[in-house]
């Protein structure tokens, strides 16, 4: 039975789209009171209006106005796309509109929110809720005082205490938008992310939690046990461990290795523990009263034990990995440049090995020691609570300071070189091998007197406060004290003598320079 046959003279539904149809019930009545036609509907009901049913255990219909209003185990079957389910309902077939309340319910095949009050405007697929509604997506669970259901493109938007509950990930924010269909949900307020230990606050981007893949915005961060990260963009794949952040990226480091990185661009695999930073990266070492910075165009991070080349041997003696914190490696390469309060230096690449604390420099190393610069083919530098404890300078080795502030400069050169440090001053310095010394010796009021040119086997030198204090010669020793202004200029250098000083990186801020070494 059509309802429209009760009301095609009425002026409420001459304009309207299509009516109420009748279907099917156990029974019905027809009443009319104070000219307004009612259609009373028992049992099982069936109802249709276009492409959309409406059942319920018991309807009346306001056949005058093509509205109705449904009772008990009330269903909307909204094109087979979406349904609706509540204990009461008031339904306007000229607007399309219901309002649905008590036990209410709403699914689309993906996702089921529940709620005791909302509004639903079937023809554009829109629910309302205002007075709290929960979400359930498979074992994901969202909840919110209001939301905004459309149902077209299977969006929930969620405001006011939202909170996103998975086995995975618990989210927390003001407003959030999420899709039952693609699961990806996006952040438009400030918003925190708690996963394990694990924790992201962002105020823009979206995650999605089938593909586990994120995209964060505004200076986002994230928070973990063993360290701290905040940049202005971030993609993160947690499906795989990988994460890409950039744009004014920084890293800092909470375990005992304590190290901070910036970078315009950090890569992350964090089930390999890999960190690879380009765009003008720095890696922060921090040692008790001083930290050491070192630039480079790439800074690379790993762990020592997933290394497939063989690292050259630095320390005499060297035990086995045991400590899991120790396995990790530092690595730069080209346009290395260090500096601390009271070392600088720069090199082609760096290699840092936290098993042996040791600092490898290649490639035409060149370290600055108060005033004294030291160079050779590799430099090893020997750390002790990450502060320098011993050089070792392999093959070309050579070391030179200034004399006061004149153009000489006290020399030494061998195969190779040995600086021990004593609280971060130079202690003593040994050459070994073909070892060549040119020292000038001055009166106590700071006169020159002479240039002592010595060659042995062996030269050590001893020093107090950063200055030398003692030569000791050992084997085949031969040299001469000469009055300094009997020897031509030239003869006061040893071979290969170059003094770089213009390459020495004079503060923390000198190393972000761009301009090769």
Known sequence: MSIHALSQDTTATKNTGKLIEFLSAESYNIKKIDSVDFLILV???KIKQGNTFLFGDSIIVNTTK?????????HINDADSVHTYADYLIYNGNTKKAKLRKHVKLTDGRGTLTTDSLDYDVSV????????GKLVRNKTILKSTEGVYYGITRDVLFRNKVSLIDPENSIFTDTLEYNTYSQLA???????IISGSRIIKTKNGNYNLGTKKGYLYERSSIDDSSYFFIADDMAIDDSLGLGEFRGNALYKSKDSLSFDLIANNIKTNRKKDILLA?????????QPNDTLYVSADTLYSGRLSDLTRKIPKARAKEEQLKDSSLNKYFEAFHHVKIYSDSMQGVADSLFYSLADSTIRLHNKPILWVNENQITGDTIYMHLNNKKAEQLRILNNAMAISPVDSTD??????????????MDGKIHKMQTKGSAENIYFTTDDEGKFIGVNQSNAQIITIDF??????????????TGKMTPMFDLPKSALKLNNFKWLIDLKPMSKF???SPKGN
């Open 43 to 45: 049992g099982h009901v």
């Open 66 to 74: 093509n509205s109705l209003e449904g009772f008990g185990n009330v």
């Open 186 to 192: 996006n952040f438009i307020s400030p918003s925190k």
């Open 125 to 132: 697929k829109i629910g309302v809720y205002k007075k709290g």
């Open 278 to 286: 380009t765009e003008l990266p720095i890696l922060m070492i921090k």
């Open 464 to 477: 107090n406060n950063d200055e030398p204090v003692k030569i000791v010669f050992i084997n085949q020793l």
């Open 510 to 512: 000198d190393i972000l």
């Open 408 to 421: 000489y400069f006290n020399q030494l050169k061998g195969n190779s070189i040995i600086v021990d440090f």
